[in-house]
């Protein structure tokens, strides 16, 4: 990425106000290195492979599922949360298991890994010689060099012209018509990359980022190389997923935000990495 100063926020009125996408602000960033894409299945093999590093679904004995993506024997459902009844909890759902037990990654080496928690994707960093990106530096990429752009192409739709990012087609959550192809994970360069390069910085996964949370991050106005708040709960993620839609997560834009716990793990969320120093 080169180096530059970016208007970071939401500029197409489509925020959610919870998530603190404004003010808009301009954010100056020194030239950094990106993956071009999300870290993939084979990508983590070769990392616990190397480590034998167990990932926290791994250890705790369950992840995240959405419904239609079970692929588990009905004993292992263990919970189905209140507020979002299409997630259920999977006992043996993990990187290598991402529908359950009855599930594999035959075919799937070229997709985003996913049921990685926050603090498995910094120890994959680590490992790498890499960090994650700040969420600025993870803005600033996936804008693919347009400026005040609602996704990574412009302002132009998903849908028109043709299927531009994985995301939910049909009605939410009972069916998904599949227009895209894909009912969850796609392989990792499918669609168009963006301006810089990226390949599906939204749609396919929720990315990982460095920072905590805090919806009044951005109230400090201008700023350069932000690395966002010194504490908090919750860490940020971008980009939406395969099970965004309309109706219910608009969150498949360059700007939308959003958050879960470090040692949390679900079947649509994954990372991508950055050079620990910033580019000459």
């Known amino acids: 990425m080169p180096a530059g100063t970016f208007t970071m926020g939401d500029s197409s009125g489509d925020r959610n106000p919870q998530d603190g996408e404004t003010p808009l602000h301009p954010v100056t960033l020194s030239a950094f290195d990106i993956d071009a894409t999300s870290v993939t299945n084979a990508d983590f093999a070769k990392f616990v492979d190397d480590t034998g590093y167990r990932t926290e679904a791994e250890t705790f004995g369950f992840s995240a599922v959405f419904h239609l993506a079970v692929a588990a024997p009905e004993e292992d459902i263990v919970g189905q949360p209140p507020g979002t009844p299409w997630w259920f909890g999977v006992k043996n759902a993990d990187w290598r298991h991402p529908g359950g037990s009855r599930s594999d990654l035959d075919g799937l080496s070229d997709h985003p890994v996913v049921h990685i928690s926050w603090n498995d ?4 960093c680590a490992w790498a010689g890499r ?5 600025a530096e993870w803005e600033y990429a996936a804008r693919g060099g347009i400026a005040d752009a609602k996704y990574p192409w412009g302002d132009a739709e998903v849908d028109e012209g043709g299927w531009r990012a994985n995301i939910w087609q049909g009605t939410f959550p009972r069916e998904n018509t599949l227009d895209d192809g894909w009912l969850t994970t796609a392989p990792v360069r499918s669609f168009e990359p963006n301006g810089y390069g990226l390949w599906q910085p939204v749609g396919n996964v929720w990315e990982w980022c460095q920072d905590w949370f805090d919806p009044r991050t951005y109230q400090r106005g201008a700023v350069t190389a932000p690395t966002g708040p010194e504490r908090g709960q919750v860490r940020v993620l971008r980009g939406g997923s395969y099970l965004c839609h309309i109706s219910y997560c608009n969150r498949y834009r360059n700007s939308a935000r959003s958050q879960n716990t470090p ?5 649509n969320a994954g990372f991508r990495t950055v050079a620990l120093e910033a580019t000459a």
Not at 131 to 135: N, V
């Open 121 to 124: 994707a910094v120890t994959y």
């Open 131 to 135: 960090r994650l990106p700040t969420e």
């Open 263 to 267: 040692d949390s793990s679900m079947g």
